[in-house]
DNA sequence: ATAAACTTTCAATAATACTTGAAAGTTCAA
DNA sequence: TTGAACTTTCAAGTATTATTGAAAGTTTAT
């Protein structure tokens, strides 16, 4: 396969998959691009590469950076700010699972504590504290594999499946 | 806090939830629903509980169903359908990742094959190739991982968290 | 066969999310 | 200070996705 098809495929399927995971397509790709991309790129070249326009390329620039995947790299002598993602994909996967468990599992713990101590005791609300409960429990199960994942330094998630098979 | 107000706050929760993941609002709020009550409940109490229209619920109900998430109950002597969610939270664990490996993962996979096979050998082809492959490492592992989860009859991956910590 | 009870479909509409591009803002060298 | 080089903002426009509701389809009892 050519290498521009495959670049191309490559950044329009991370778009894809970005946005099923709650990452906006531009997103996903400026990070495919940067991914693959031996230099930094200017927000000029991003804008190119991805025909899109300046505004979008910088609030995008600017979210991956708030999510801890691309970062500002200064050139010498030079006005510009060029951009470059991290190529660890380890290390890529431990700040997505530290943004998300953020963005989506605090608030839910936080909203299960303080729901599970609705009042009152017909069947309906046993019923209700009993499913709440038990969503309580497998979010805090959740949240330590997390915190597991998220300090650890080596890839102990790996390994550990390399001793189960 | 009185049940009504917390069943408003966790359907809510839920839906907002569900469309990070992948999943649309109003169907995690069906499921939210089916998930707290103690019988099944038909398309009308759906519509009637959520304020939805007859189509929407409809829908989604049979989107929930193709997730594995929620069937069909049968009441003797009635012609309506009811509906009602399995309520282990490790199965619905399972369903989900099960559902989303299916229609997120094996594509990338898939594509990964592909593109790894990029002719040419300029610096950036290698790049390419080195990053493609990683993540193709990467998504290898992250599959089997899910397998074995998807596969587990019981709960390993809390009982090894448990011997972990 | 008919009709009532119920479910499904789908074109139109509404809601949401994304993108643009020009104007405003910032920085810095001279 | 000025103005050129660059970045950021945001209102308006576009695209995408979800929702409605009425009509068409299906099933079952009689």
Same mark, same amino acid.
């Given at each position: 396969?050519?290498?521009?098809?495959?670049?191309?495929?490559?950044?329009?399927? %991370?778009?894809?998959?970005?946005? =099923? %995971?709650?990452? +906006?397509?531009? &997103? @996903?790709?400026?990070?495919?691009?940067?991914?693959?991309?031996?230099?930094?790129? =200017? *927000?000029?070249?991003? &804008?190119?590469?991805?025909?899109?326009?300046?505004?979008?390329?910088?609030? +995008?620039?600017?979210?991956?950076?708030? %999510?801890?995947?691309?970062? #500002?790299?200064?050139? @010498?002598?030079? !006005?510009?700010?060029?951009?470059?993602?991290?190529? /660890?994909?380890? #290390?890529?996967?431990?700040?997505?699972?530290?943004?998300?468990? !953020? !963005?989506?599992? /605090?608030?839910?713990?936080?909203?299960?504590?303080?729901?599970?101590?609705? /009042?009152? /005791? *017909?069947?309906?609300? #046993?019923?209700? !504290?009993?499913? *709440?409960?038990?969503?309580?429990?497998? @979010?805090?199960? *959740?949240? =330590?594999?997390?915190?597991?994942?998220?300090? =650890? #330094?080596?890839? %102990?998630?790996?390994?550990?499946?390399?001793?189960?098979?």
């Amino acid at each position: 396969m050519k290498y521009s098809e495959a670049k191309e495929k490559y950044i329009h399927a %991370w778009g894809t998959l970005g946005s =099923s %995971w709650g990452v +906006n397509r531009t &997103m @996903a790709q400026i990070h495919a691009l940067l991914m693959v991309s031996i230099e930094p790129l =200017s *927000t000029e070249e991003i &804008m190119e590469e991805l025909k899109i326009s300046r505004g979008n390329a910088n609030m +995008n620039v600017r979210a991956l950076m708030d %999510w801890g995947l691309a970062d #500002k790299v200064l050139v @010498a002598g030079e !006005r510009k700010e060029y951009f470059k993602a991290d190529k /660890d994909i380890m #290390k890529i996967g431990v700040q997505v699972a530290k943004e998300r468990k !953020r !963005r989506e599992l /605090d608030p839910i713990i936080k909203l299960l504590n303080e729901i599970t101590v609705v /009042d009152g /005791d *017909t069947a309906e609300v #046993k019923e209700f !504290r009993k499913v *709440t409960k038990d969503l309580q429990k497998f @979010a805090g199960q *959740t949240e =330590s594999v997390l915190d597991l994942f998220i300090k =650890s #330094k080596d890839n %102990w998630f790996f390994k550990i499946l390399g001793k189960l098979r």
